[in-house]
């Protein structure tokens, strides 16, 4: 019997345009957290998932419980990313997430959170990833930030 198997992988795109016209991008893969490898699974045998339909809408901080999306901690907290989620292929899922007019700085991979729902200021009750790497980035109050990320099972 051939056997086949089930990977996922991510990928995360940043992009700051700054107040004084600049644009900055960093991309790469991000780690795929446990919980969502668990979950995928769990949702093999359940009736009810763990999709993203709650998304946050606002750049609050902290963001709304039980909303689903991106999240960031610039330091004074978690702040939710306005976020979308889209289909690019049968096989994928991309969530972009754009946060502007809030300053602060994004210290590290742990501050930067893809997730369904949203408990308080502890962050996602199931995290879907993390970014592999995350050099500290400081936004301004003018700057605005998107993130891409996409999430590929095959």
Not at 44 to 64: E, H, M, V
């Amino acid at each position: 019997m051939e056997q086949e198997q089930v990977s996922l992988t991510g990928y995360i795109k940043r992009t700051v345009h700054r107040a004084n016209g600049e644009i900055e991008v960093e991309e790469g893969y991000n780690t795929i957290h446990t919980d969502l490898i668990n979950k995928v699974n769990d949702n093999l045998r359940a009736s009810t998932g763990y999709g993203t339909d709650a998304l946050f809408s606002a750049n609050d901080g902290p963001p709304q419980d039980n909303e689903d999306g991106i999240a960031v901690d610039l330091g004074s907290g978690w702040h939710s990313m306005i976020t979308t989620v889209s289909e690019p292929s049968a096989y994928s899922s991309k969530w972009s997430g754009t946060i502007t007019g809030t300053a602060g700085t994004i210290a590290s991979a742990s501050d930067v959170e893809l997730g369904h729902n949203f408990d308080g200021q502890a962050g996602f009750v199931t995290i879907f990833a993390n970014p592999t790497t995350w050099g500290s980035l400081t936004l301004g109050s003018a700057d605005t930030l998107t993130i891409d990320w996409t999430i590929t099972v095959s």
